[in-house]
């Protein structure tokens, strides 16, 4: 039994991507603070107060302040998904990530999987979103949320009934923001992939890759 487990654990440490560590920064390294251009500055100044308590030099941040025109406008969509819709934590963090589910962004896996346990999802549930398959025992607006998002990516289109599950539990209003979220966090995803930002860690689960 012990050799069959190690064997699993070497072939998922192959299978896995590798990621960056700090040391290895390379695309968007950090910059230093004297390094900032005015218009930088005054950004990452407005993100390190709450409610996002956040550093301009973590990702996705230190690629968002190469661009000081962009970053305050992609801030404040972010700061809207993520504290004011019309959605509780537990679904918003579910859209969140089944969209990194999509891209194997293990950075926004790593990131909102404890945020997705707070918010009350059943670890279970996410299990089985790590591992490309439809969960079984979602909540009923989970199942709702999980079909509108997965139409969308898998299928390109929303069927009627789909649309009507959505609509019923969440109306046009939370439809809309959960559309926003999974389009916001496609970006958040292809940035870090781009940047080549992997879990700084091993505390979460990583996002095994899928066969396609």
């Known amino acids: ?8 654990c070497l072939a998922a440490l192959i299978a896995m991507p590798q990621v960056s560590r700090a040391e290895d920064i390379a695309r968007f390294a950090p910059l230093k603070a004297e390094e900032l251009n005015p218009a930088q500055k005054a950004w990452a100044d407005m993100i390190a107060v709450p409610p996002r308590n956040a550093k301009f030099t973590s990702p996705p941040y230190r690629a968002y302040i190469r661009n000081p025109d962009l970053a305050p406008r992609l801030s404040a969509l972010s700061d809207y998904l993520r504290w004011n819709t019309s959605l509780p934590p537990r679904l918003s963090e579910l859209a969140i990530l089944i969209t990194a589910r999509q891209w194997t962004a293990q950075y926004e896996w790593f990131a909102h999987y404890p945020l997705a346990l707070k918010g009350g999802l059943d670890p279970a549930v996410l299990s089985d979103i790590a591992a490309g ?4 025992n979602m909540k009923d607006d989970e199942a709702a949320l999980y079909d509108l998002v997965m139409a969308l990516y898998r299928d390109k289109k929303v069927t009627d009934s789909v649309y009507k599950a959505a609509l019923d539990k969440f109306g046009e209003r939370g439809m809309m923001d959960i559309i926003g979220i999974v389009g916001y966090y496609d970006l958040v995803s292809m940035t870090l992939i781009t940047m080549q930002a992997g879990a700084p860690n091993d505390s979460v689960p990583p996002l095994p890759v899928l066969s396609k």
């Open 133 to 136: 398959k439809r969960p079984a």
């Open 1 to 8: 039994m012990k050799k069959l487990f190690a064997a699993g």
